[in-house]
């Protein structure tokens, strides 16, 4: 459904050339829910509007349902436009008219009669759950309101893409909940491609498929979020994620050295990844069983959703007789699980 390829954006400043976007490559699939995630000034913002074209590349070409946007003029964009629809951050709604008026308001631009905006904006009100609202002000609504009139207003030249720009920053966890609950709903029932930039690993976790890591302009990283998830690759991606999910060493290891040999009186860490339904096995407690003469001790643990899939991890301490330890791990390595050694590590106290 969108295609960039070789995507460069320059930037001319006092100080020299700023290079915004450097050789993005990313093939988003029709229907998906692609995610776009980096720190601030990385580039994600950059990005999207090269793929309405608000912000035109310096080079490379950016392709959307077919056609090639890079090789339009002004006047074709503006009609190509109609068809991917952007929500913004701040909401940029106008504060002297309706409810009504601002998600009628793309469709008077392009001159459609009052009865059509008439029936596709109670449509509209219905579908982000404002019905009651049409005649109230921006200024009477809360901020989880506003980015609902926002996402109405997007929708109302029925879009085949829908970017979303930060669209849950400015809000409070639990309306940014409603707010992503809506999102997916939406790409569910319309069949749209979003495309989502943030700098917040829990909404790529909460709704999209894949996802593309951007790192000071490049692409560092990307795949299916349950890939980058469970096996990050780049530092910058396990430090995304590190935030969802502590890669610390437990409080009563925290501070001792880690040793990949081991040494008198550790314990040999090791971190457990749980993925679908294995994540309700009881696999720690056939180990135990099967092995106890190897002192098996629990140290951190959840149990979470990537969209759909449950997903768990678990770091436990063992130690005991070489063997049994080793004969311990290749059990672990046959369980439908991802097993890492941290290494050897003595307790504290």
Known sequence: MIELSHIVKTYDSPAGPVHALKDINLTIGRGEIYGIIGLSGAGKSTLIRCI???ERPTSGTVTVDGQELTAMSDSELRKVRKSIGMIFQHFNLL????????????LRLVGTDESTIQAKVEELLGVVGLADKAHQYPSQLSGGQKQRVGIARALASDPKVLLCDEATSALDPQTTKAILSL?????????????????EMQVIKDICDKVAVIDKGVIAEQGTVFDIFTN?????TK???????SNDLPAAFRGNAISQEKTPGSYLLLRLTFLGESADDPVLAGMIRKFPDVETTMLFGNLDQIKATPFGRMIIGVTGPDASVE?????LRAQD???????????NG
Do not use: C, W
Not at 232 to 236: C, M, R, T, V
């Open 52 to 54: 309405n074209m608000l």
């Open 95 to 106: 504060s002297s008219a309706t409810v009504y008026d601002n998600i009628a308001f793309p």
């Open 183 to 199: 999102i997916q709903d939406i790409n569910k029932k319309l069949g749209l491609t979003v495309v989502v930039i943030t700098h």
């Open 232 to 236: 990050p690759q780049q530092p910058i």
């Open 239 to 245: 430090e995304f994620i590190s935030v969802l999910l």
């Open 327 to 331: 004969a311990a791990m290749d059990y």
């Open 337 to 347: 699980l991802k097993e890492e050694v941290i290494g050897y590590v003595r307790r």
